[in-house]
């Protein structure tokens, strides 16, 4: 039997690679705090 | 892990576990994407602002300027909405401009004719209105302030603010009906007019 995709319940979730990019941006990032402001640095 | 709460999750990334950030986001994923997929209904957009919306709160929560006032997911959302909104504003500025087409996306060159934006008379009557109505809502409750600042300024659903402030969707219903009488009466009793 055909299948009918209009039925099918869209799986509404951010991709794999979005979520690996952010976990991986987490790591890598440092924050230098000086008196003025606060810096958001890469650790790479 | 998964059975910590999202204060104790919070509270163990800044102190450096990073798998606690892993855990926030996968509990929150399907909710806050569905919140900022049906506000622009494209999947890949809605990737690139799930993504730019977490890269904000990593940086917020390593600087230490999160402050325990809500719920994360709500304060997750409030910042997604913020970033859709900047979106449309960005995208509002570069409208590509051709002369014939009404078949594509671009927008004819006629369209351009009626100026869309706001001059500077409007933009100075709609701050005007939104600081005479930040300034009446100081007369409501606290209960009713909050569901109109819920609805209207952060643009929750009936069903989000319910969940926010552990309310029925009937009672979260009733009480934005009242503050929005109450609103009237203070209108009519100051002879304010909030329409331009």
Redesign the interface.
């Known amino acids: 039997m055909k299948k009918n995709d209009s039925l099918k319940v869209k799986a509404?979730?951010?991709?794999k690679e979005?979520?690996e990019?952010?976990?991986n941006?987490?790591?890598s990032?440092?924050?230098v705090?000086t008196k003025a402001k606060?810096y958001?640095i890469s650790k790479n | 892990m998964k059975s910590k709460s999202d204060s104790l999750l919070i509270s163990l990334y800044q102190k450096g576990d990073e798998g606690a950030l892993s855990t926030l986001i996968h509990r929150h994923q399907r909710e806050l994407f569905t919140f900022i997929f049906y506000k622009i209904n494209d999947e890949d957009l809605a990737n690139d602002v799930f993504q730019d919306t977490f890269m904000k709160i990593i940086v917020m929560l390593k600087e230490g300027r999160y402050n325990e006032e809500g719920k994360f997911i709500l304060w997750a959302k409030r910042i997604a909405h913020n970033l859709i909104i900047d979106h449309f504003r960005a995208k509002s500025k570069n409208i590509k401009v051709s002369e014939t087409t009404f078949e594509t996306d671009e927008y004819s060159i006629f369209d351009l004719l009626r100026e869309p934006s706001e001059n500077i008379e409007d933009q100075l009557v709609t701050n005007q209105i939104q600081e005479d109505l930040l300034r009446m809502l100081q007369f409501l409750p606290q209960n009713q302030q909050e569901v109109i600042k819920l609805r209207f300024f952060d643009g929750l659903s009936f069903k989000e603010i319910a969940d926010h402030t552990d309310m029925s969707i009937n009672t979260t219903l009733g009480r934005v009906r009242y503050a929005l009488i109450n609103l009237r009466k203070i209108m009519e009793e100051n002879n304010i007019i909030l329409t331009r």
Not at chain 1, 12 to 15: A, M, N, V
């Open positions: 509404l979730k951010p991709k979005t979520i990019f952010l976990l941006y987490s790591k990032l440092e924050i705090k606060n958001p």
